[in-house]
């Protein structure tokens, strides 16, 4: 894009933004309602929860259970659909249970996880992980089941190992479709995180903005949001800048093919 | 085709059957494995039996059956007040892009928050009640539609809108009848996407706010100790998740047997 | 030697009742010899590849190597594909392509056989590239080094000049034939480019349409080394040419 058309871009974006803020702060101002805090009271609130204390009392948990949930998710997700997807012949035996559990609204096993693990972090991971862990899933076994065959042939003239195969040529195939699956895994996994707070926690985020709602702190609920916007920004871009280490590849295999045809 | 490759089609067909039930039957087998090593409370895990014939019951009996109409209801009207506003707006993001440029920090910002999140600020600014639950539902529904709607018409062959030129259409003439129909496939895979989404979040709500519906039956059993019925509740609920989806695809595939999801199927 | 390098006795190869595709193939190469295998297109020659190669058996009859049969591809033996494109790791660079067969030696070794190969055919400019920022022929350069890298005894072509443009396809072609000279390799390549066989081998077996069987063996003793220009001038390759060309229609018709 041309510098003088980004500029641009730049300030209708900025002014849209401003015009936005000024609005909400002029009805506050104007119609005060509990539920529409000035601007100020937000940005404060938002400000002090990345204080240390607050920090480590309400963002961290969060994090820390997402982390362990999603991360058990990708591993698991991964490892189990590049083998299933490979070992093509388990497929019929799997499929209708798999096709099942991955339309099953990831919110009605909460009360099952409360249920058989109380209001603990085990119980918290484990819907984080159940919720997330099906894209993944899904994804790799069509990933590594509409990989490549003919380097497949190559692997066993190169005499390569069943490990070398699935690591090496099947799970590398794999890995475009896997990041799909990624990336639909985290908004899941976000959702559980904040449902699993809201419904049994005496920290992390969910709980704050639950426990600020019910005595009428609107500021901090909305700060609490806007952390979650946060949050959710960062690991997106994150997860989108490994994505294009991992797969430059990828992209340029794709690029070239597209020209081509 | 020839009789006999008729029936090696029909023998394969039922061996892949019996596969998928022996899976299935693997499965039981796997529940009731957990079971008896004990590691979970008995009473927290019933037998595979007593949750089926919880869940009978219940559909049978109608507890389970009412809650879900409830649910049902919900869903739809938020489903289809998120698809009106979803294509609406990604319509108007794909033709002005003015407004689209203007939009992006907003929408970018938007998108990533958990929508259940809201699920408090919804309940500050519209109380416990219909119109809060709606607009839950239909808040987190929407993005799919929207960018799905977007995506479809930035796809299109520029070829298609300069034929559409050729025969004389206006503006709205190209709209309704280029940009709409050759962005179908994507709404609907956006719709199906919106579908999936709008029935966690009425279940979400139905749990967090104790509206009437099938989220809300599973946690007040739970609540009364009725294991098997939280269980049916829940085995219930995975078969309607699934009925949903199939009956998005087997609408796409029936009114759109052009698009390309469905040409090799 | 006493065992001829290898032998196909009487394979043949069905995928159901109605497609049989290979029906008593009967035929030897010596070792360093050039062996170009031509057919009608779609006579099953992939097929027939792949039960050399022992990615396959055999439905019947025995593909033997210096006497011995395989039940997986033999360690002396290595393969370039068509389609260069789908038979290269797309992820990997072109060393680490190369490197692929050789996995099992040790770092400094490798790293030299490695520049050797790539150097022998005219690719270690470059060795960091990824396949896709590479043309057809150099890809395929890239998988003909992989394949060269191992030291086999024999190279199988699997059409390996079918999806490159002319010019391109004479270079792989003078590459082909003097790395196999310098190596002391037997090649076997499979092709349906009468010209390209009649070139680069030593002898050509021509199929038949499909069930494939063996038609007919032609010894081609056109001296080499071989030039693009004055071998396909002499008299000698116009009547080689002619007869390979005779029987190839024979069997389309």
Known sequence: MPRDIRLR??????????????????????HPAPYLPPLKPVALAYLSLLKPGNFMDTVFPSLSRLAIGFGLAVVLGTVLGTALGYLRRLDPWIRPVLEYLRFVPTVAILPAALLLFGA??????????????????????????????LLL?????LKFSLAEKLFRVVLPGALPSIFAGVRIALSIGLV?????????????????????????????????????????LILTLGLLSIEKRVLAWHRGWRGLSDARS | MSSTGKATIFASRATTALKGVMGVLAAFAAWEVVRQTGFIDKRDL???????????????????????????????????????????????????????????????????????????????????????????????????????????????????????????????????????PASLPYIAT??????????????????????????FYIENVRLNGLTAEMWGGILVTGIFGYLVNALFVGIERFTLPWSPENRDA | MSQPLLSMEGVSKAYSADAQILRDVTFKQGSNEFLAIVGPSGCGKTTMLRCISALMSPDSGSVFHEGQSFDDPPPWLSIVFQDYNRSLFPWLSVRRNVEQGLRDVARSERDDRVSEALTAVKLDHAADLYPWQLSGGMQQRCALARSIVTAPRLLLLDEPFASVDAQTRIDLQDLVMDICERMSLSALLVTHDIDEAVFMADKVVVLS????????????????????????????FLSLRHKVYTLVRQQAQ
């Not at chain 1, 871009?9 to 104007?30: E, I, P, Y």
């Not at chain 2, 206006?170 to 940009?179: D, G, P, S, W």
């Not at chain 3, 010894?219 to 004055?230: G, S, V, Y």
């Open chain 1, 153 to 157: 042939d190559v692997a066993r003239i």
């Open chain 2, 190 to 215: 956006g719709i199906r996407t919106a579908a999936a989404i709008a029935l966690v979040l009425a279940i979400t709500v139905e749990m967090l706010t104790g509206r009437p519906g099938i989220g």
């Open chain 1, 120 to 149: 603990t972090d085990t119980m918290r991971i484990f819907v984080i992980a159940f919720g997330s862990v099906f894209p993944v899933l899904l994804a790799a076994i069509d990933g590594a089941r509409r990989g490549n065959a």
């Open chain 1, 9 to 30: 871009a730049l300030f209708w974006q900025t002014a849209t933004v401003l015009f936005l803020l000024a609005l909400w702060q002029w009805s506050a101002v104007t």
């Open chain 3, 209 to 236: 349409t499909r069930p494939a069987t063996v038609v007919e063996e032609i010894p081609i003793d056109l001296p080499r080394p071989r030039d693009q220009l004055t071998t396909k001038e002499t008299p000698e």
């Open chain 1, 192 to 232: 559980m995180m904040v449902i699993s707070e809201l419904i049994a926690a005496n920290d992390g985020l969910g709980f704050y903005i639950l426990r600020n709602q019910r005595l009428f702190q609107t500021a901090n609920v909305y700060a609490g949001v806007l952390m979650l916007g946060t949050i959710g």
């Open chain 2, 46 to 180: 019933p037998a595979v039996i007593e949750v089926m014939e919880a869940a009978y019951s219940g559909l049978v009996h109608g507890d389970i059956s009412s809650a879900l109409l409830e649910t049902l209801q919900s869903w739809i009207s938020g489903l289809a007040l998120a698809t009106v506003i979803g294509i609406a707006g990604g319509l108007a993001l794909a033709l002005l892009p003015g407004l689209e440029l203007a939009t992006r920090p907003i929408l970018e910002f938007l998108r990533p928050i958990p929508s259940v999140a809201l699920i408090p600020v919804a309940l500050l600014v519209l109380g416990i009640g219909t119109s809060m639950q709606l607009f839950m539902i239909s808040f987190a529904a929407v993005w799919p539609v929207l960018f799905s709607t977007k995506a479809g018409v930035e796809s299109i062959d520029p070829r298609f809108l300069e034929t559409g030129r050729v025969l004389g259409f206006n503006r709205a003439e190209r709209v309704m009848r280029i940009l709409l």
